[in-house]
């Protein structure tokens, strides 16, 4: 783990790098042969897929009723209880989000215009099965979704070998509201909800994480018939702390973003020595302790802590490197949080880990990563729904804005949007 005192301004961008390597051109490749075969064969691709991917040999895509039954007894009653405390609070904050009542504004008179949000009829949600059963994925996909209106709920995730879902995230989805679930994973999976298949539906906008093949399908896929939730590359977290943070806690907020996979980064920026020359000792004692220590040393490789002279620079690089997760950490919590401008989801204080959010705060853990946060939001409400417009004009109005509408259009050298206008005006001074 590289450790930076002081860098001068002029290096921070390229500090702000993520440590992600050129996208190939055999991936790219790779990715457009697998949707072209899900385009042209459909469900028996898919099936292939998941046998050649998987090992699993399915009989059908969809899960049964009778799977979701049986997922129900095998999930632990405290897990069930643990997953209803995160549907809670993921529905009430998002709930909270709801545009009420359409936008009506008169904005000439007799020119009335007005905004409603409209849900998106079908949704695709895609929840990775490798390192990770992603339940919470589920629910933060899902219950925003269904709040949001949204008619049909589709979610797609691998099969294990033995052809079955990991009970978790057939609970969670159940619970959640999700209308169909597919046993398809992968690049494959992204492809059937865009062009849909025999047995998977067509969607018209996919939602959710995965490794880089999906990231790469969905951006595929996006340039040509369907929406996608945003960008996304690894996840990331940004620790900003001062001494008077507990080591151990900044320690394993490091360690919780390792764990998502060997291309995460952590950054902490900060102005304590103390922290650090005792950080990296810290977080050795406790990687000691845990799985996954391979994967985990390899995201560590290319994280950094970067020691800054004051806490006026360290909300600069901050909003710089536009973190996915950040933590504020530090005697002046609420004050530097004040100054964020580019994050996907703030953690304020010592006693808000990032696993909060992941979990079960509220706030949604689908966030623009790879310094997205620049120019997006985190999933939420909006992302389930369209905002659409519409106006009504009386004679009045045309005589309001008529004018101004024949103007514009004749310097646009745009005569047919002239005419339109024109033969409305002419038919009211008729009159």
Request: with cysteine; aromatic share 6%; hydrophobic share 40%.
């Amino acid at each position: 783990m590289d450790i930076i005192c002081n860098p001068p301004r002029e290096s921070w961008q390229a500090l702000s790098r993520r440590a992600l390597a050129e996208k190939a051109a055999e991936l790219e490749a790779s990715v457009a042969g697998i949707i072209a075969e899900v385009a042209d064969g459909g469900d028996k691709a898919l099936l292939d897929f998941e046998r050649r991917f998987t090992g699993a040999t399915l009989d059908s895509l969809e899960v049964s009723a009778q799977e979701l039954d049986e997922a129900e007894t095998k999930v632990s009653p405290e897990l069930r209880d643990a997953i209803e405390i995160a549907y809670r609070n993921i529905a009430s904050f998002h709930a909270a989000q709801l545009m009420k009542e359409p936008v009506m504004v008169e904005t000439s008179p007799g020119v009335k215009c007005e905004q409603r949000a409209v849900a998106i009829d079908r949704v695709g949600l895609y929840i990775p099965g490798g390192n990770s059963p992603l339940f919470s994925t589920v629910l933060m996909l899902a219950v925003p979704a269904r709040i949001a209106g949204c008619r049909d709920i589709i979610l797609c995730t691998p099969a294990r070998a033995d052809g079955t879902v990991h009970p978790g995230i057939l609970y969670a989805a159940r619970r959640a509201g999700v209308d169909r679930i597919f046993k398809t994973g992968g690049a494959q999976a992204i492809a059937a909800m865009a062009y849909g298949t025999e047995s998977v539906p067509r969607v018209y906008k996919i939602f959710g994480p995965g490794n880089r093949y999906v990231m790469e399908a969905k951006q595929q896929v996006a340039r040509h018939n369907v929406a996608i939730d945003m960008p996304a590359g690894p996840s990331e977290v940004l620790v900003i702390a001062d001494d008077s943070a507990n080591p151990e806690y900044v320690a394993a907020d490091f360690l919780s973003q390792a764990e998502h996979g060997p291309d995460s980064q952590s950054i902490l920026l900060t102005t304590s020595h103390r922290l650090v020359d005792t950080l990296p000792e810290v977080i050795e004692r406790l990687l000691a302790a845990l799985p996954r220590q391979e994967m985990m040393r390899q995201s560590l490789s290319h994280s950094r802590i970067i020691l800054l002279e004051n806490d006026d620079e360290i909300m600069e690089f901050s909003n710089e490197y536009a973190p996915e997760h950040l933590i504020i950490n530090h005697r002046n919590a609420d004050e530097l949080a004040a100054k964020v401008r580019n994050a996907g989801s703030v953690f304020i204080g010592e006693y808000t880990p990032e696993s909060a959010g992941d979990y079960a705060s509220g706030t949604n853990h689908t966030l623009p990563t790879s310094g997205f946060a620049h120019a997006y939001s985190g999933v939420n409400i909006d992302s389930f729904t369209k905002k659409i417009t519409f106006q009504r004009i009386t004679p009045e109005g045309i005589r309001s804005i008529g004018n101004a509408v024949e103007v514009m259009a004749h310097n646009e050298d745009l005569d047919a949007h002239k005419l339109a206008m024109t033969l409305r005006i002419n038919s009211l001074n008729d009159k």
